[in-house]
């Protein structure tokens, strides 16, 4: 069973150029939920309640203009539904079909495979290195404490990660994981913007796009009880862990809104393996 999976559909808008102002974040869940057979089908309503969400979405934009939407699912090794086949045949009934997007016409032209593996495989293929680069490429904002906000902290950030991994995979995160992070993950650079979203009518919310490079340093012993939060023959496992989750983004975006399309994520290996630096 594909455990996780991308699919980009390509559409044509029949009533000219659709603008990127023009498609609101409610009207992209209406779609995806439509594909389904509306909200109150049997598919959408087993995975409507689920949380975290098994899926995300993202719109598609050529030179300003609405040319498609990406879909993201997450699959529940305990689920009895295989939520990848289903959207594809939902799908794969609409190519050449004529459907609504807000108050435009499109039609489904083509449904593309972006991205297809396993936990295992995204476990097994992530190298446990202490740097990395995520780029945001739609407006991300990130949950923290009961709030949100566009300051991509790393805790924020991988929090969000960690809450998917461990409710839809079967594989577990080493002890600690999110304190680990807490203590030695930092951000080394950034460049990023802020943008706003469209929700529904004129009702908008803001996040950023941009790239983020951070750092996994190594600990320091405590001077006084000499000890560390992870043991030095540990700490492949967690940094394999961290790249793994990063890794994820791909498939659950990030942040708030994910599922409606916000917080479209890219991870970017940066260059070398930066296995020495040590923090302070």
Do not use: C
């Not at 309640?49 to 993201?72: E, Q």
């Not at 086949?85 to 489904?108: E, F, P």
């Not at 009961?146 to 991509?152: A, E, H, K, R």
């Not at 951070?214 to 992870?230: G, L, P």
């Amino acid at each position: 069973m594909t455990d996780l999976q991308a699919i980009e559909i390509s559409l044509r808008n029949l009533d000219g150029p659709l603008p990127i102002q023009a498609v609101r974040l409610h009207t992209l869940r209406g779609v995806f939920y439509n594909a389904l057979g509306g909200e109150k089908s049997s598919l959408a309503q087993s995975i409507h309640g689920n949380s975290p969400a098994p899926y995300s979405i993202g719109a598609l934009f050529t030179d300003g203009a609405f040319t498609g939407i990406r879909i993201s699912t997450l699959q529940k090794r305990a689920s009895n539904v295989n939520l990848a086949d289903s959207i594809t045949s939902a799908w794969d009934k609409l190519l050449g079909k004529v459907i609504r997007v807000g108050s435009g016409h499109v039609q489904v032209i083509e449904m593309r495979l972006d991205k297809q593996t396993t936990y295992e495989q995204l476990w097994e293929e992530s190298i446990p290195r202490h740097s990395m680069e995520l780029s945001f490429e739609t407006p991300t904002r990130f949950p923290l404490h009961g709030f949100d906000s566009v300051l991509p902290i790393p805790i924020a950030v991988w929090q969000f990660y960690e809450l998917r991994w461990r409710t839809l995979s079967e594989i577990p995160l080493p002890l600690e994981f999110l304190t680990w992070v807490l203590h030695q993950v930092h951000t080394l650079s950034a460049t990023l913007e802020t943008y706003s979203a469209y929700i529904e009518n004129e009702d908008i919310i803001s996040g950023i796009m941009g790239s983020v490079t951070y750092h996994a340093f190594r600990e320091e012993k405590n001077k006084k009880s000499k000890e560390t939060i992870v043991p030095e023959s540990q700490l492949p496992n967690y940094l394999r862990a961290w790249q793994t989750l990063a890794s994820l983004a791909e498939y659950s975006g990030t942040g708030k809104k994910a599922m409606l399309g916000m917080g479209k994520t890219r991870k970017i290996l940066t260059k070398g393996d930066y296995q020495l630096p040590r923090k302070g």
